[in-house]
């Protein structure tokens, strides 16, 4: 006991570190991310299905063509539209990547099994040049 009240500082720092590396199996895992050439590839080889989870406003700047558009907020609510794919690979976007990481999630406890997020989102996408389109 007197040394944990001694080292107070590296024992709370080896909880907080040895929680970090828990955490992806207490949540489900961790999710992968996908590089633009390889969601490409992908949505080419295995026609995986694109689900942009941005905002109706940003959804309406651009996405990726025939991509399917669920809102995080709707996720829950709206899964049910997605469980024909569930065998297929779904590709998550949002803006940065952050958001599709969460939807990933989520997904996977619905039981899908090859969910992945498109590691810096649209910005990503773009960045490589790729096109986006505004048609519905």
């Known amino acids: ?17 040895g929680g970090m590396l828990i955490w992806p199996l207490i949540t489900g895992g961790t999710v992968a991310h996908l590089t633009p050439a390889e969601a490409t590839l992908m949505m080419n080889r295995e026609d995986a299905i694109v689900l942009d989870v941005r905002e109706t406003s940003e959804w309406g700047s ?15 609510s709206r899964v049910s539209e997605l469980e024909k794919f569930k065998e297929r690979p779904i590709i998550v976007v949002c803006a940065t990547g952050n958001r599709s990481a969460s939807a990933c999630g989520n997904l996977k406890k619905h039981g899908f099994g090859k969910v992945f997020s ?12 790729l096109p986006l389109t505004t048609k519905n």
């Open 118 to 129: 498109l590691g810096g989102g649209v910005s990503a996408w773009r960045d490589a040049s």
């Open 1 to 17: 006991m007197e040394f944990v009240q001694q080292n107070m500082i590296w024992v709370a720092l080896a909880v907080v570190s």
């Open 62 to 76: 651009g996405h990726i063509s025939g991509a399917r558009h669920i809102t995080l907020g709707q996720l829950d």
